[in-house]
Nanobody, 121 residues
């Protein structure tokens, strides 16, 4: 499956962005989806995940209450709605797909190219 992330950009602190991850090549509804991010000189970290049926949606503590993950299997797309953005949210955001569910990046088999989110103070 190929993943294409989009929706990143420059936003002021307190603003909002919605990231999209379009899946193609195989039936995306067969995969759990996740969002991860990587800031300069830092390791990639978990942001949020959503199970195949959207019944489970864990979040990193740093984004809980501000970010919302969702998916539309009919459109083969996963979303990450990001509200109340902070400068520390600045990173390249990656979407991922896998047959195993969890918060570790090693569980995911397919990765998108990343989209840059920059939050100015």
């Amino acid at each position: 499956v190929q993943l294409q992330a989009s929706g990143g950009g420059l936003v002021q602190a307190g603003g909002s962005l919605r990231l999209s991850c379009l899946a193609s090549g195989r039936t995306s509804s067969n995969y759990h989806m996740g969002w991860f991010r990587q800031a300069p000189e830092k390791e990639r970290e978990f942001v949020a995940a959503i199970s195949r049926s959207a019944g489970m949606t864990p979040y990193a503590g740093s984004v809980k209450g501000r970010f919302t993950i969702s998916r539309d299997n009919a459109k083969s797309t996963a979303y990450l709605q990001m509200n109340s953005l902070k400068p520390e949210d600045t990173a390249v955001y990656y979407c991922a797909a896998g047959v195993k569910f969890g918060t570790s990046p090693i569980l995911y088999d397919y990765w998108g190219q990343g989209t840059l989110v920059t939050v100015s103070s």
